[in-house]
């Protein structure tokens, strides 16, 4: 009868028989395998990322050239003439309509603001801005102080003035108002006059 250590002893004999001739790869294989399946993975990771740089690339280059890249290169103001366009700024006072009526103002544009001087921002900032339109527009900025989702006030100024374009620029401003009373967001920010 066989003993089982028999075995073992003559299976580790048979090993080293077969490792000295070449007939049994040594027992790092799995570890070379390995290391050679990460060097490939992280050649294949190089290579996708390479090909998928050369591809946004490619996206870019053929967006650059597309309407929607070149439209920011077109003059701002590029249809509208001094002589007769008038133009009517709602929120006038605040930071984006100030700045908007500075625009019109420079290219010789007969500009009309409007503004309610809501309670939410300084008036004392509002006024001051409105100060560097009168003085930068001389005959070219009159203000309205009102609520343009008054149809009233709107329509005088739309008809008295010959107004050709409108620039929307009001709202009410606070989201914590806006939950308290949604009413005068709707009113103010999506209604206006009706």
């Known amino acids: 009868m066989r003993n089982r250590k028999d075995d073992e002893t003559r299976g580790s004999e048979i090993q080293d028989m077969e490792e000295k ?22 050649a294949l990771a ?64 007969r500009t009309f603001g409007i503004d309610n001087f809501d309670k939410y921002y300084s008036e004392g900032l509002k006024h001051a801005r409105l100060d560097i339109l009168r003085r930068e527009g001389n005959s070219l900025f009159s203000f309205t102080e009102g609520d343009f989702s008054d149809e009233g006030t709107i329509q005088n100024l739309l008809k008295n003035n010959n107004i050709t374009h409108i620039v929307h ?6 989201i914590e108002y806006s939950l308290r009373n949604p009413v005068a967001y709707v009113t103010t920010n999506v209604l206006g006059p009706r």
């Open 21 to 42: 001739r070449g007939e049994r790869k040594p027992g790092h294989l799995k570890t070379w395998v390995l290391l050679v399946m990460l060097v490939l993975l992280m």
């Open 169 to 174: 620029l009001a709202a009410q401003p606070g």
């Open 46 to 109: 190089a290579l996708g990322s390479k090909t998928r740089k050369r591809r946004k690339t490619e996206r870019y280059n053929k967006f650059k050239e597309s309407p929607e890249a070149t439209a920011h290169n077109t003059p701002l103001l590029p249809q509208l003439h001094p002589d007769s366009t008038r133009v009517l700024v709602t929120g006038a006072a605040g930071f984006i309509g100030m700045h908007t009526v500075r625009k019109f103002i420079s290219h010789g544009i």
